[in-house]
């Protein structure tokens, strides 16, 4: 398995407090993605970034921020959680191999369950 | 973003061969084609992927028409330990905008 960590793995919080989520990966990989999965759905893309210091916004991106100060950690956080911030994150990591026709592929973490009362 | 279409759910029975259908009228002329699985409480985990025509793994066959707006994964001969849900996914590689749909079900019965 890849080398990806998330902490915490389980965190409940109340609404308004800050909430900050870690992604540690030892691949050295180029991308890292924040994606958060509620109940019965798919996984939908918060942030990523594609370099140190270099992010840019994905699907639903309100409400969180991110930062990426190293290759290895990637930072998911909260400003003021809310009740329908409560979900499984997931965060992920990839290295683009080349050309067209050379396989590319995520690689995700174990996620962390946020519950936001 | 191409938005994907997949089956809510399917059913089958172990040794069957499974055919999951993707439709993504809207794919781009960068995009590429990839399909996940996830098991309950873990992250998905990569099937394979494709761009056009065929693709084969040691797990998995990934049709895409020369069209391709859709595209159809096929697993062999199904096992109980298949059941999951697959997910296909359609985006850019290297961009990081890939979407994912709600994905497809897919219960293994003895």
């Known amino acids: 398995d890849a080398g990806i960590t998330q902490s915490p793995r389980h965190k409940v919080t109340e609404t308004g407090t800050p909430v900050t989520l870690r992604c540690h990966q030892t691949e050295n990989h180029r991308y890292m993605y924040w994606y958060r999965q509620d109940p019965g759905h798919g996984l939908r893309l918060i942030h990523y970034s594609y370099g140190v210091k270099d992010t840019d916004k994905g699907e639903v991106s309100d409400g969180y921020s991110v930062s990426r100060s190293k290759t290895e950690d990637f930072l998911l956080t909260l400003e003021s959680a809310t009740s329908s911030q409560t979900s499984v994150y997931f965060c992920a990591i990839s290295e683009s191999i080349g050309n067209r026709g050379d396989s590319y592929e995520q690689y995700f973490g174990p996620g962390t369950r946020l519950t936001v009362t | ?110």
């Open chain 2, 1 to 110: 973003l191409a938005k994907t279409t997949q089956p809510i759910s399917m059913d089958s029975y172990e040794g069957q061969e499974v055919n999951i259908t993707c439709s993504h009228n809207n794919i781009a002329t960068n995009d590429y084609i990839t399909w996940y699985q996830q098991f309950p409480s873990q992250g998905p985990r990569f099937i394979i992927q494709g761009y056009k025509t065929k693709v084969t793994n040691e797990v998995a066959s990934l049709f895409i028409p020369a069209d391709r707006k859709s595209s159809t994964l096929s697993l062999p001969r199904v096992s109980l330990s298949d059941t999951a849900v697959y997910y296909c996914l359609v985006g850019e590689t290297n961009a990081g905008k890939s979407t994912f749909g709600d994905g497809t079900t897919l219960t293994v019965k003895p």
